[in-house]
């Protein structure tokens, strides 16, 4: 009976801790709407439909599901041959494969570009997944 109820209890704290998930939006530098990365790490665009996915493991797929970079645990930005193209420094700063600045992730979320001028925001999301949607691929 103990361990029925231990149970009940684990499965209804993981039921209130995923309905407390919830997607972070995406803003253009006008800040419209321009789509949202789902808790599951889901890609949609401003319909709503998904276009790609950023994996837990920083695996980017497009909207088939086929590997299309990855983003390693140093910042390090891949295409889907391995080859490093970009990174995300530890303060935000979004480098191109030559190593210079192309832009920043502010820690509230603002992207800005080379110039320092927004150009969107995407608070609660990952710098990386956040560079990898206003930088690096097209979805």
Same mark, same amino acid.
């Given at each position: 009976?103990?361990?029925?109820?231990?149970?009940?209890?684990?499965?209804?704290?993981?039921?209130?801790?995923?309905?407390?998930?919830?997607?972070?939006?995406? #803003?253009?530098? !006008? +800040? %419209?709407?321009?789509?949202?990365? *789902?808790? @599951? &790490?889901?890609?949609?665009?401003? /319909?709503? =439909? $998904?276009?790609?996915?950023?994996?837990?493991?920083?695996?980017?797929?497009?909207?088939?599901?086929?590997?299309?970079?990855?983003?390693?645990?140093?910042?390090?930005?891949?295409?889907?041959?391995?080859?490093?193209?970009?990174?995300?420094?530890?303060?935000?700063?979004? #480098?191109?494969? !030559? +190593? %210079?600045?192309?832009?920043?992730? *502010?820690? @509230? &979320?603002?992207?800005?570009?080379? /110039?320092? =001028? $927004?150009?969107?925001?995407?608070?609660?999301?990952?710098?990386?997944?956040?560079?990898?949607?206003?930088?690096?691929?097209?979805?």
């Amino acid at each position: 009976m103990k361990k029925l109820a231990l149970s009940i209890t684990v499965i209804l704290l993981l039921i209130t801790s995923l309905s407390t998930l919830k997607a972070q939006e995406l #803003r253009n530098g !006008s +800040g %419209n709407s321009t789509g949202k990365i *789902d808790s @599951d &790490g889901t890609i949609r665009n401003g /319909s709503g =439909n $998904s276009v790609g996915k950023i994996d837990s493991d920083g695996t980017i797929r497009n909207k088939s599901g086929n590997s299309i970079g990855k983003i390693d645990s140093d910042g390090t930005i891949r295409n889907s041959s391995g080859n490093s193209f970009g990174k995300v420094d530890s303060d935000g700063t979004v #480098r191109n494969s !030559s +190593g %210079n600045s192309i832009g920043k992730i *502010d820690s @509230d &979320g603002t992207v800005r570009n080379s /110039s320092g =001028n $927004s150009i969107g925001s995407a608070r609660g999301v990952s710098k990386g997944a956040a560079a990898v949607v206003f930088f690096f691929f097209s979805f």
